[in-house]
T-cell receptor, first 114, second 110 residues
Framework: EPEVTQTPSHQVTQMGQEVILRCVPI?????FYWYRQILGQKVEFLVS????????KSEIFDDQFSVERPDGSNFTLKIRSTKLEDSAMYFC????????????FGSGTRLTVV | TQLLEQSPQFLSIQEGENLTVYCNSSSVFSSLQWYRQEPGEGPVLLVTVVTGGEVKKLKRLTFQFGDARKDSSLHITAAQPGDTGLYLC??????????FGTGTRLKVLA
């Protein structure tokens, strides 16, 4: 069964450092997303990406965050200067159509900022 | 701000019992999804409901979307220990994103 792959599974970084979280969405999907889940809290939408541009972003997705699809397969989330409160599970998701019946999440990257 | 409230927050039941989880909002959603999430893993999509009043069945799981598309329920018949997990509803907000509910943590005891 097709899956969304995220790397690394766990990243520890110093406060103020830049991190890049990587995702390989399902190959024929068109819509890509990043969500995050702070420990014990609900899943929160960060950003959606379609047709090589950001289609929507939340208030969490400030100037410290950026996304990129550098080639035909990877989808990355960059945090420029990490803060302690950025510690969370970050999930990538992809979707083949607008209604979402093929919405698929990756297993996540646990980011710990120390 | 669109919010999805789930109830109950926690549920612990014996194997073989039936249960219902509710997902409520004051907002209308064009579609709604249910997920199950295991610890340390990403949410796994169970179902997407699109039409008000729609009922979908997935083995022992029955999902219903409210007529007004503001609420949904998940009913599990004869729960099994393998059903243990965090159940999340998510409503489609706009074109591109889903708003997640607060979650229901289910534990089924053997």
């Amino acid at each position: 069964e097709p899956e969304v792959t995220q790397t690394p599974s766990h990243q520890v970084t110093q406060m103020g450092q830049e991190v890049i979280l990587r995702c390989v969405p399902i190959s024929n999907h068109l819509y890509f997303y990043w969500y995050r889940q702070i420990l014990g809290q609900k899943v929160e939408f960060l950003v959606s990406f379609y047709n090589n541009e950001i289609s929507e972003k939340s208030e969490i997705f400030d100037d410290q965050f950026s996304v990129e699809r550098p080639d035909g397969s990877n989808f990355t989330l960059k945090i420029r200067s990490t803060k302690l409160e950025d510690s969370a599970m970050y999930f990538c998701a992809s979707n083949g159509g607008e209604q979402g019946p093929s919405y698929t999440f990756g297993s996540g990257t646990r980011l710990t900022v120390v | 701000t669109q919010l999805l409230e789930q109830s109950p927050q926690f549920l612990s039941i014996q194997e073989g019992e039936n249960l219902t989880v509710y997902c409520n909002s004051s907002s209308v959603f064009s579609s709604l999804q249910w997920y199950r999430q295991e610890p340390g893993e990403g949410p796994v999509l169970l179902v997407t409901v699109v039409t008000g009043g729609e009922v979908k069945k997935l083995k022992r799981l029955t999902f219903q979307f409210g007529d007004a598309r503001k609420d949904s329920s998940l009913h599990i018949t004869a729960a099994q220990p393998g059903d243990t997990g965090l159940y999340l509803c998510a409503g489609r907000s706009g074109t591109y994103k889903y708003i997640f509910g607060t979650g229901t943590r289910l534990k089924v005891l053997a």
